[in-house]
């Protein structure tokens, strides 16, 4: 039997204590059906008088978490009013409100300039500071959005990055547990929690692998963390890095009828969808991830949607995984944002993203953080112009210098565009700086009969042939790239023809038209035609 890993780290609070694993880093996103009466969008909604509600419910908050404490933990608390208070914050904020953004962002952008400028600090106290303003932004965030942070089970192993002092002082830890983080100061404010209330606690740990209830045992004397048999010690800082836009396996390799390799994967809404993927599938092709992002609040919670793409990508294993960027605006619109004149002029898909950089700053930094996970690449939607997508990889390229300066492990994916305009799929050449291209069918055919969304369905036939035209010609300008196609035509048997024969080799739909895709082209030659005998 294998032995224990027993990880180095330090100690900040002394004591021995054993339990189950919470991992803080991994939260479970509700979906929409789990939420009742939608309360969190709705809530999202508002302006400067939202933001000093939620203010005001925080500070309620902490005042009662105060009742009863003692000197110390009073002292942390009155700090964190303080802060609450601070005109300079809500100055900034109001600003940001002024200039346009959505109370939600406008709060975000705040407070996340905030915690930056302190974990840039060179004093190890003003750095340990960060983590008492990510406290504040997070419960005001949960106020904003009526979802409060949640406590975790008594008798709990905390492990995470680092750990809010009012999370510390609101748990019960008179029935045991401690806690491991990977960074932590010994001069934070938990640290100092912790030793006042002896729960052994060790900092410094490193990011390793454990699943939430893994027994796990923190040492605070000796200084270190043991974890039972089969897990690891995540490898350091990945390199931000560019790697080739390869999207494709063979786990996921089929053959036509000539013998020509197809590669066949999967579309997924919920995250959930994830658990069916089956081992002869070439992973998910398009992870559609507005369907996860249910209100303003969701969009601008980071932390959210990492475990959203982290669990996707640790499922799928080695096989690769394409997540869209957020496809709102039109008749996606986004709880909390209907009101923004943005929406008005009919902006959808990256040009939304663009317009309103808060957003799409937000799902970068999570999708580069999730990409040390597998094999992630991403998906720009509604792409028209070149310069589009340049102006996207700018904001991966900004973010991901952030995240490197706060030494959060990170890497950077390709970037690769859905064709769905056809002025885009006319001049695909153009496009030197998409990593890989994917056919979406469903707009593409849209925009080319000039039909109501309403009507798709009924036109779809009709315009099929003007679409597989598109297509051919459109294959014909990848130069080599990447190519699949993920509309509703690659999962339509009667379709698999003339998708072949304009020169499509991969093909990713939803995981109940798998099978029938998959018998239809090992009956086929590469060229679109009935294999002999069919």
């Known amino acids: 039997m294998a032995e224990p890993l027993r990880l180095k780290a330090k100690s900040a609070s002394p004591g021995i204590a054993s339990g189950p694993a919470f991992l803080a880093e991994e939260p479970k996103a509700p979906s929409a059906a789990e939420r009742p009466d939608a309360a969190p969008a709705s809530r999202a909604v508002g302006g400067y008088g939202a933001l000093e509600k939620a203010i005001d419910i925080s500070i309620s908050e902490l005042e009662?978490?105060?009742?009863?404490?003692?000197?110390?933990s009073r002292d942390i608390i009155d700090f964190q009013i303080e802060v609450l208070r601070d005109p300079t914050i809500a100055e900034a904020t109001g600003a940001?409100?002024?200039?346009?953004?959505?109370?939600?962002?406008?709060?975000v952008a705040t407070l996340d300039a905030y915690i930056g400028e302190l974990e840039a600090a060179d004093e190890e106290q003003m750095?340990?500071?960060?983590?008492?303003?990510?406290?504040?932004?997070?419960?005001?965030?949960?106020?904003l959005a009526g979802t409060p942070i949640a406590d975790f089970p008594p008798g709990s192993v905390f492990v995470g990055k680092d750990m809010e002092p009012s999370r510390f002082l609101a748990h019960d830890?008179?029935?045991?547990?401690?806690?491991?983080?990977?960074?932590?100061?010994?001069?934070?404010?938990?640290?100092?929690?912790?030793r006042a209330k002896s729960v052994p606690m060790v900092i410094g740990t490193g990011r390793f692998s454990a699943a939430?209830?893994?027994?796990?045992?923190?040492?605070?004397?000796?200084?270190?963390?043991?974890l039972q048999a089969g897990s690891m010690l995540i490898p350091p800082l990945a390199p931000v890095q560019e790697p080739a836009g390869d999207t494709q396996t063979t786990g996921g390799e089929l053959r036509t009828a000539d013998g020509v390799p197809i590669l066949l994967s999967i579309n997924i809404n919920d995250p959930a969808e994830i658990d069916a993927l089956d081992p002869a599938t070439a992973g998910v092709g398009l992870m559609r991830s507005e369907f996860s992002i249910t209100s303003v609040a969701?969009?601008?919670?980071?932390?959210?949607?990492?475990?959203?793409?982290?669990?996707?990508?640790?499922?799928?294993?080695?096989?690769?995984?394409t997540i869209r960027m957020l496809d709102i605006g039109g008749d996606k619109p986004l709880p909390g944002l209907e009101d923004l004149p943005a929406l008005a002029s009919g902006l959808r898909g990256i040009r939304l993203l663009l317009a309103r950089p808060e957003i799409a700053r937000v799902q970068a930094r999570a999708l580069l953080r999730a990409a040390v996970f597998g094999r992630l690449s991403v998906m720009l939607p509604m792409v028209t112009f070149p310069d589009e997508i340049d102006r996207m990889r700018d904001i991966f390229r900004e973010e991901a210098e952030k995240l490197g300066r706060r030494a959060l492990h990170h890497r950077m994916p390709p970037i690769g565009m859905m064709v769905e305009v056809p002025a885009a799929a006319l001049m695909l050449d153009a496009f030197g700086a998409a990593a890989f291209f994917s056919f979406g069918t469903n707009d593409l055919t849209q925009y080319l009969a000039a039909s109501a969304r309403d009507d798709i369905d009924a036109d779809a036939g009709k315009a099929a042939p003007a679409v597989l035209r598109l297509l051919a010609q459109a294959v014909k300008l990848t130069a080599g790239k990447p190519a699949s196609i993920c509309g509703d035509m690659?999962?339509?048997?009667?379709?698999?023809?003339?998708?072949?024969?304009?020169?499509?080799?991969?093909?990713?739909?939803?995981?109940?038209?798998?099978?029938?895709?998959?018998?239809?082209?090992?009956?086929?030659?590469?060229?679109?035609?009935?294999?002999?005998?069919?």
């Open 127 to 143: 750095r340990a500071r960060a983590v008492d303003i990510l406290d504040i932004k997070n419960r005001v965030l949960g106020a």
């Open 173 to 194: 830890w008179s029935k045991g547990g401690g806690i491991a983080l990977f960074a932590g100061s010994t001069a934070g404010h938990v640290a100092l929690l912790a």
């Open 298 to 321: 969701d969009a601008a919670n980071e932390e959210q949607q990492l475990a959203i793409y982290r669990r996707v990508l640790e499922q799928a294993g080695d096989r690769p995984v």
């Open 490 to 534: 690659a999962g339509n048997p009667h379709y698999l023809p003339g998708l072949l024969a304009a020169g499509l080799r991969h093909f990713s739909v939803a995981p109940a038209r798998r099978p029938a895709i998959r018998s239809a082209i090992i009956g086929l030659n590469a060229d679109g035609t009935k294999a002999a005998g069919e």
């Open 212 to 226: 939430d209830g893994d027994p796990v045992s923190v040492d605070g004397n000796a200084g270190a963390v043991i």
């Open 64 to 72: 009662h978490l105060a009742d009863g404490a003692d000197a110390e």
């Open 96 to 107: 940001r409100l002024e200039a346009d953004e959505n109370v939600v962002f406008a709060w």
